[in-house]
């Protein structure tokens, strides 16, 4: 493959910007751009990527000319600088990095101090007036160069300097004294020539060379391409090779090293410098945590000068970048040079102070903080007491971060114990094997939820994050006896009364209480934030919410209706579950109405108190979906229980007259079983109560408010066209029977969830009987990756994002190629067909990467939980402002 | 809307022929081209199926011009038959019946005998000198017509009959006397205006246009309405409305009637003619079996002349048809009339051999036949022995039908007894509550296998299908007391070594041995159509094969390789399952590879055997694909074994040390878990194991036999492009490690199944690590339609078929639009990227509707079990020439 002869290969610093990322990658970028600014960086020159994949491609050989660039750029650098490398009195010393367009840290390779051979060595001695610092320069640049440059293990290098330690009886690298580094150096030549076959080479550009071809090569190591494949990088883009002028912070009492930020990361406010640093050490140290740093503004009376000046560097940079800044510095002899700059990584509050702070300071219009400072994924931390990670101890366990959020609470081991406890007043974390229908007083009752086995699906998972209750489910180490009333983890026991704190957001667990961040409910900086997204979104937010309360509550957080009501919540109350088992054990046509009467009346109660609480937003109801041995006990429980009743001659009648039930019912793979649609159509009684129970409400809402509900009834799980237009006659007809009888008109509408990769593939058939669709892209998720979402988060899904097999948890990140793909397909068939409502009621309606997604598919509005509302509201806004951009 | 005027609403039989079946419907065009050919058809005209639609949107009032047509038509009639519609002397009497493009038997109404009225009546009796023949008629169409036309409930009429009897204490309609009769004609009358107002109509005309309405209405009837949705015809086609002469075989001992196939329709045989007749009788009696018919020949006897006409009119039928006629006729007075003829039903024997003499007499052609005569789902028929239905006894249950043929045999409850009485010489049924692979010894010695859970994708039901052997499962109502040795269903309890009888074909089960047909294994005449087939397919036909001798019986059948070869088959042998339970159950990593070295050396052989087998065809071997649990004991069971080890101090250490992992290995949806390439990635030794004794096994046959094997190693379940990257390298890597120690070269190919809609939706990035892809359509169609088979077959499919919202079922024939719609995804993205060798291996390999689709997607072969590679070749020439027809 022939190389591009006369493209222009090594830019100097001052010839860049921080706009060449893809030629410079973003360490020579920002180096550039700095210098472009005038501050003061260290003189060097960047090997361009596109040299790199030249160099790759052809054969690993250099590109013709570009020894002449970097000929012509290190004698500039030399002549700006006024020394010249290897120059046995004054020498230069270059560091040579790697330096791709996205960060990969500490995938590639590096070589500090280079420049040195056994000449120049001694200049360095005699201009620092420090030969411990000359030499000891010296034998870490030959270890470096011979690991990264010429392959010589490392550990060979390690061991002598240890038997140098040894010998000299001293425990520390810096008790060796200059001679000790000086006789090291001599041992350390000879472990290169050893094992090299050559001597150490002394020639300072024979040094450089191949130090620049040693970057190259590490592009294509398999730490980084297994690092690129993970971070989904591109394999074809190369690294730059930065080659800058050393610079010493460890000179003496004039020289300091430092990382800074121009705000607080943690608050976001713009006070005092804050920082920390060094005098007298390199950047290696701050790192090493060997001495303790001092706080930046002590810098003022060590190096007053220097400090002014970083001050002032800082605040340009960050007016130059829009954005808060993370900087590194190095004071050599009273004489600042910036090393990096980049945008800082902050927490949430200060996320949000910072984005409203740098547009009232007049740094950046609304849209652009709303586009680029803003970080819609942080947003729900604001609702949530954290977990005070710098101070906690460490947690005994981990599971699945099933509900975000941190509480500590007394050990419950039943849902009744938990009420109880509640009631008294004191704080419960419920403590499961799994929970079921039947725990859910003692849910509601808890501060926070823990089991010992299950997913994101599970029972316990999907009512905590209904609830915003912090959850930690699947801690496959914890035993719960559940008779003893103790757990055991970690090695540890507990039981129930003792202390526990659970962490829904990392998924650990606690023993003890652990110290939490209280939320800031009311953020006045977020409250700003979503003033400008509501101008700029064209998505339309709605919200999960199965109870007038989190009707409410997302109607505080913004929704705009509700997307997702699931009636199943409904029938899992304890006052509700005899019946509906009583109409699961129904063996007669009278027994399924005699138990559906009931069922009627307590949904309609629940509907009345959900359309007043949302009254003039839309409430998309969603028939039962679930199959219904969810509702009764467990298979193998049951079996138990009958076979110790037969021993014991205790007669159990319960579990005796579920048993044959339940074995009827059970499934082998229930997500793909009988539920949705399919119990619509074997059990119409059941969906024609649950309509009835939904017109009356709302017939009796309009009548007690003067305002009609907007009610969307939804169909679940429907993969065929005919199953909609059975249902959908069903509907109309009860519908209409009910107003009817009531002498009452209501507008209502009837849809369908898309969540079967066949419902996307007749899109267009099922279209013609739909007033809306809803993508439930959960259960779309799994069925098109064939993952169950219990089995596969509890087993491979782990080590499938481990081993960069897959990206990002496709529960939590659409994959956009995959379901993306399908919902993309559904939009044009859909469309096609007729003018129709489209929305998400998945998970992903509160994920901001999703959300961005479903607005280039042009859909209608998305629904979360309440907790995520205002994250939506962010994202949506995000993306219409991207997407602007991008039409532009 | 207005109707079209100027167009011919109205075609004497004349004026039609066999090719306007669109607008004359079915029974119209039929007697249209048997007028064509001059043959003895009572005259008549036809209303078209378009005026049917005209009438039906125009509100249901007859098109303009509609009436004059009538009258012209029914004019001529009159005149050609010398009869007048009414006329008291010698009144003509029509039949006015429905007749829809495509046949729904008993859908829609039919009028017979109108024209009678108070006075035609004795007209009739006077003419035909029977007056208990003329009031029979008239009452039946007073009572036909009050019915179909008028809507009066016909049970007033029935009473009133069973009234008249009671008085006259007779106990047969024909025991009333014409007398009688004309006094019900009298209450008829009476009953009529009673009901509907008015008189009975005596104005003919009125009588007719009335009916031909009736007959437009019935097109829009429920039922006939439900019975289009399930058989898919379109809504929009109408029906014809025939108006024809009446015949009558019941006018005395010179008239008769009967019904006659051109050939026999059981063994094909163009022998004596073959049929059925009754002398002095009506159309209703031959089918009311009141009386025993007689045989055809017999005829020659009784009229010789009408007999010789009918022999050459049938001859001629068949000739014009170029097909087996099924036709039905009346003698009336000597005089003979064609009613209908059609395409006779036949079985699989006559179907095979009438294809084969219409070539050989020179009516078509070898193609005409087989794409005209051929019925590709017959051929498997002959194959297997079959219940003769005919003589078999009532079924004691029904299941699912998982593996066709029938089997008679000695119930055996557990596979060890199986083992036994079959070494006895015994034939065996096995009967099991759900089979395990603990069970396949038993399973091989067995005719016939009877489980009482499970579908068609259960353990039982996948090793039958493979075995050819029939099987029956999913028996609700059978209950099976190993401890006693009983099986009780129907309410009949036989126990072990009581003879039982299955039909997998239909899925019934009788008590005793019920009587079988035998199968043809070397059929001349299937021969023949197989080697027509080979000459015009395109699409190679492969087969599913685990063992050498399936391998070599699928040669014989023609399979021009393996397409699937499933290794965990190979795993379930008695003698290998405890090293598969020791691999499952390894605690460190030595343990694992010790488990796995003994799996290897069977895996070996059995490659070695297969690869021997398939000389010179390509065999694709599927590494391991289903969850591990499938390989221990279930759950409950293990947990009930602990239970009562506890209680009895009796301790199962067995069940004590499997518990723990199997409860560790549940999953919730194993269809949708741990599987497939997910088991490649979590457990690489294993299927680096597979892939060593593969290539081995190919080293050793290519050195053996000279012939080097074809191999191809597929990867399950794959829906991401890493995971079949990750894993073609791990292949490699063994593969080329196993043949650098032994020196060999071999050259071997590796590909994927797609399985899972995400699969479909990426197949471009996926194509990129393939060298060939194979559709596994059973797990696609799982997948795609959210159909768990194992639960869906036994519960909520049957409903949905029932119901006709789903018309066919989707693991029989591919659901064309869903699943379908994703192949062809997928045959366009991966031919986007390269060539790539395309085929299916799921069951839909063997269905011929299947097939043709395959064959439309240019796909390269397709794969199914040995028994029904026969019916693949054939449905794949058809297609072939299907498709010829449709590019000409």
Same mark, same amino acid.
């Given at each position: 493959?022939?190389?591009?002869?006369?493209?222009?290969?090594?830019?100097?610093?001052?010839?860049?910007?921080?706009?060449?990322?893809?030629?410079?990658?973003?360490?020579?970028?920002?180096?550039?751009?700095m210098t472009r600014l005038g501050l003061p960086v260290p003189q060097g020159f960047t090997v361009t990527t596109a040299t790199c994949i030249d160099y790759l491609e052809n054969d690993h050989t250099n590109p013709e000319g570009l020894d002449d660039e970097v000929s012509e750029h290190l004698g500039r650098l030399e002549e700006a600088v006024g020394k010249t490398l290897g120059d046995p009195d004054n020498p230069l010393l270059v560091s040579v990095r790697s330096g791709a367009k996205f960060s990969m840290p500490g995938m590639m390779d590096t070589v500090l101090n280079l420049g040195l051979n056994d000449k120049s060595v001694e200049g360095l001695a005699a201009r620092t007036g420090n030969p411990r610092f000359a030499y000891d320069s010296y034998r870490r640049f030959i270890q470096m160069f011979g690991d990264v440059v010429a392959e010589v293990d490392r550990d060979l290098f390690e061991k002598a300097l240890t038997a140098m330690k040894k010998d000299r009886g001293v425990e520390q690298d810096v008790d060796l004294t200059a001679d000790d580094l000086k006789e090291l150096v001599g041992r350390f030549k000879q472990i290169y020539k050893d094992n090299k076959g050559e001597d150490f080479p002394q020639d300072p550009r024979a040094q450089l060379d191949a130090s620049i071809n040693a970057v190259f090569e590490s592009w294509d190591n398999k730490r980084a391409r297994d690092y690129r494949r993970m971070a989904r990088i591109p394999h074809d883009l190369g690294t730059a090779v930065n080659v800058q002028q050393m610079v010493f912070g460890?000179?003496?009492?004039?020289?300091?090293?430092?990382?800074?930020?121009?705000?607080?990361?943690?608050?976001?406010?713009?006070?005092?410098?804050f920082g920390e640093f060094l005098v007298n050490a390199q950047g290696e140290d701050v790192v090493a945590g060997i001495r303790t740093p001092e706080q930046l503004p002590k810098l003022r009376d060590h190096l007053p000068e220097a400090y002014d000046k970083l001050i002032a560097t800082m605040d340009m940079l960050e007016k130059?970048?829009?954005?808060?800044?993370?900087?590194?510095?190095?004071?050599?002899?009273?004489?600042?040079?910036?090393?990096? $700059?980049?945008?800082?990584?902050?927490? @949430?509050?200060? =996320?949000?102070?910072? #984005? +409203?702070?740098? !547009?009232?300071?007049? %740094?950046?219009?609304?849209?652009?903080?709303?586009?680029?400072?803003?970080?819609?994924?942080?947003?729900?931390?604001?609702?949530?007491?954290?977990?005070?990670?710098?101070?906690?101890?460490?947690?005994?366990?981990?599971?699945?971060?099933?509900?975000?959020?941190?509480?500590?609470?007394?050990?419950?081991?039943?849902?009744?114990?938990?009420?109880?406890?509640?009631?008294?007043?004191?704080?419960?974390?419920?403590?499961?094997?799994?929970?079921?229908?039947?725990?859910?007083?003692?849910?509601?009752?808890?501060?926070?939820?823990?089991?010992?086995?299950?997913?994101? $699906?599970?029972?316990?998972?999907?009512? @905590?994050?209904? =609830?915003?209750?912090? #959850? +930690?489910?699947? !801690?496959?180490?914890? %035993?719960?006896?559940?008779?003893?009333?103790?757990?055991?983890?970690?090695?540890?026991?507990?039981?129930?009364?003792?202390?526990?704190?659970?962490?829904?957001?990392?998924?650990?667990?606690?023993?003890?209480?652990?110290?939490?961040?209280?939320?800031?409910?009311?953020?006045?900086?977020?409250?700003?934030?979503?003033?400008?997204?509501?101008?700029?979104?064209?998505?339309?937010?709605?919200?999960?919410?199965?109870?007038?309360?989190?009707?409410?509550r997302a109607r505080d957080f913004g929704a705009e209706g509700i997307g997702l009501c699931r009636t199943e919540h409904m029938f899992g109350g304890e006052d509700r579950l005899p019946h509906v088992r009583a109409m699961i054990m129904a063996e007669t046509h009278e027994d399924l109405v005699a138990s559906l009467h009931p069922l009627r009346e307590f949904q309609e109660e629940d509907f009345y108190g959900i359309f007043?609480?949302?009254?003039?937003?839309?409430?998309?109801?969603?028939?039962?979906?679930?199959?219904?041995?969810?509702?009764?006990?467990?298979?193998?429980?049951?079996?138990?229980?009958?076979?110790?009743?037969?021993?014991?001659?205790?007669?159990?009648?319960?579990?005796?007259?579920?048993?044959?039930?339940?074995?009827?019912?059970?499934?082998?793979?229930?997500?793909?079983?009988?539920?949705?649609v399919r119990l619509g159509i074997e059990i119409p009684e059941l969906y024609r109560m649950q309509v009835a129970a939904i017109i009356n409400a709302a017939c009796r809402v309009k009548k007690d408010t003067g305002h009609e509900p907007i009610v969307e009834i939804m169909i679940p799980l429907v993969g065929f066209d005919e199953e909609l237009r059975f249902m959908r006659d069903e509907v109309v007809d009860v519908a209409e029977a009910a107003l009817k009888e009531r002498g009452e008109t209501l507008h209502y509408t009837v849809g369908t969830m898309i969540e079967l990769p066949r419902a996307a593939m007749v899109a267009d058939e099922i279209a013609h009987h739909a007033d809306f669709f809803s993508f439930g892209t959960n259960d779309l998720t799994q069925t098109t990756l064939g993952f169950s979402r219990d089995d596969a988060e509890t087993k491979f899904l782990a080590q499938y994002l481990e081993q960069g097999i897959i990206q990002s948890n496709p529960f939590e990140h659409i994959d956009q190629k995959g379901v993306g793909g399908l919902v993309k397909i559904v939009c044009d068939l859909a469309r096609d067909v007729?003018?129709?409502?489209?929305?998400?009621?998945?998970?992903?309606?509160?994920?901001?990467?999703?959300?961005?997604?479903f607005h280039t598919l042009g859909l209608d509005y998305v629904s979360c939980s309440p907790f995520r509302v205002q994250t939506a509201r962010i994202a949506a806004a995000q993306a219409a402002l991207e997407q602007g951009e991008n039409d532009r």
């Amino acid at each position: 493959m022939s190389t591009k002869a006369g493209t222009k290969r090594v830019y100097d610093f001052a010839e860049g910007s921080r706009d060449m990322r893809d030629l410079l990658g973003g360490k020579g970028a920002n180096v550039a751009e700095m210098t472009r600014l005038g501050l003061p960086v260290p003189q060097g020159f960047t090997v361009t990527t596109a040299t790199c994949i030249d160099y790759l491609e052809n054969d690993h050989t250099n590109p013709e000319g570009l020894d002449d660039e970097v000929s012509e750029h290190l004698g500039r650098l030399e002549e700006a600088v006024g020394k010249t490398l290897g120059d046995p009195d004054n020498p230069l010393l270059v560091s040579v990095r790697s330096g791709a367009k996205f960060s990969m840290p500490g995938m590639m390779d590096t070589v500090l101090n280079l420049g040195l051979n056994d000449k120049s060595v001694e200049g360095l001695a005699a201009r620092t007036g420090n030969p411990r610092f000359a030499y000891d320069s010296y034998r870490r640049f030959i270890q470096m160069f011979g690991d990264v440059v010429a392959e010589v293990d490392r550990d060979l290098f390690e061991k002598a300097l240890t038997a140098m330690k040894k010998d000299r009886g001293v425990e520390q690298d810096v008790d060796l004294t200059a001679d000790d580094l000086k006789e090291l150096v001599g041992r350390f030549k000879q472990i290169y020539k050893d094992n090299k076959g050559e001597d150490f080479p002394q020639d300072p550009r024979a040094q450089l060379d191949a130090s620049i071809n040693a970057v190259f090569e590490s592009w294509d190591n398999k730490r980084a391409r297994d690092y690129r494949r993970m971070a989904r990088i591109p394999h074809d883009l190369g690294t730059a090779v930065n080659v800058q002028q050393m610079v010493f912070g460890n000179t003496g009492s004039g020289s300091a090293t430092g990382v800074a930020f121009t705000r607080d990361n943690t608050t976001g406010e713009k006070g005092e410098p804050f920082g920390e640093f060094l005098v007298n050490a390199q950047g290696e140290d701050v790192v090493a945590g060997i001495r303790t740093p001092e706080q930046l503004p002590k810098l003022r009376d060590h190096l007053p000068e220097a400090y002014d000046k970083l001050i002032a560097t800082m605040d340009m940079l960050e007016k130059t970048y829009r954005n808060m800044q993370d900087v590194e510095f190095t004071i050599e002899d009273g004489q600042l040079y910036m090393l990096q $700059t980049r945008n800082g990584k902050r927490s @949430a509050q200060a =996320m949000a102070r910072i #984005a +409203v702070d740098m !547009v009232d300071e007049g %740094h950046v219009t609304a849209e652009e903080s709303l586009r680029d400072l803003v970080d819609a994924s942080q947003v729900r931390q604001l609702l949530l007491p954290q977990l005070d990670a710098a101070n906690a101890p460490d947690p005994v366990a981990s599971g699945v971060a099933a509900s975000p959020g941190a509480a500590c609470g007394l050990i419950a081991f039943t849902a009744d114990e938990a009420e109880e406890r509640a009631r008294a007043g004191e704080k419960v974390i419920l403590v499961r094997d799994e929970t079921t229908p039947d725990d859910f007083h003692g849910m509601v009752a808890s501060e926070g939820i823990l089991t010992a086995r299950g997913g994101k $699906t599970s029972h316990a998972a999907i009512v @905590a994050v209904g =609830m915003g209750t912090p #959850a +930690v489910t699947g !801690v496959s180490g914890l %035993h719960i006896d559940e008779h003893e009333k103790t757990l055991t983890v970690g090695g540890r026991t507990a039981t129930a009364g003792d202390h526990i704190t659970i962490d829904g957001t990392t998924g650990t667990v606690f023993i003890g209480d652990a110290p939490l961040l209280p939320p800031d409910p009311h953020n006045p900086y977020l409250e700003r934030i979503l003033e400008w997204s509501d101008k700029h979104r064209r998505l339309q937010v709605r919200t999960n919410a199965d109870t007038p309360e989190d009707a409410a509550r997302a109607r505080d957080f913004g929704a705009e209706g509700i997307g997702l009501c699931r009636t199943e919540h409904m029938f899992g109350g304890e006052d509700r579950l005899p019946h509906v088992r009583a109409m699961i054990m129904a063996e007669t046509h009278e027994d399924l109405v005699a138990s559906l009467h009931p069922l009627r009346e307590f949904q309609e109660e629940d509907f009345y108190g959900i359309f007043k609480a949302m009254e003039g937003l839309p409430v998309t109801v969603r028939l039962l979906d679930p199959p219904l041995h969810e509702f009764l006990p467990d298979y193998t429980d049951l079996r138990m229980r009958v076979a110790a009743a037969q021993i014991s001659g205790r007669p159990d009648e319960e579990a005796e007259e579920q048993l044959p039930k339940v074995e009827k019912l059970q499934e082998v793979n229930p997500m793909l079983g009988t539920r949705g649609v399919r119990l619509g159509i074997e059990i119409p009684e059941l969906y024609r109560m649950q309509v009835a129970a939904i017109i009356n409400a709302a017939c009796r809402v309009k009548k007690d408010t003067g305002h009609e509900p907007i009610v969307e009834i939804m169909i679940p799980l429907v993969g065929f066209d005919e199953e909609l237009r059975f249902m959908r006659d069903e509907v109309v007809d009860v519908a209409e029977a009910a107003l009817k009888e009531r002498g009452e008109t209501l507008h209502y509408t009837v849809g369908t969830m898309i969540e079967l990769p066949r419902a996307a593939m007749v899109a267009d058939e099922i279209a013609h009987h739909a007033d809306f669709f809803s993508f439930g892209t959960n259960d779309l998720t799994q069925t098109t990756l064939g993952f169950s979402r219990d089995d596969a988060e509890t087993k491979f899904l782990a080590q499938y994002l481990e081993q960069g097999i897959i990206q990002s948890n496709p529960f939590e990140h659409i994959d956009q190629k995959g379901v993306g793909g399908l919902v993309k397909i559904v939009c044009d068939l859909a469309r096609d067909v007729k003018k129709i409502k489209l929305g998400v009621c998945g998970e992903h309606g509160g994920d901001p990467d999703s959300v961005k997604f479903f607005h280039t598919l042009g859909l209608d509005y998305v629904s979360c939980s309440p907790f995520r509302v205002q994250t939506a509201r962010i994202a949506a806004a995000q993306a219409a402002l991207e997407q602007g951009e991008n039409d532009r």
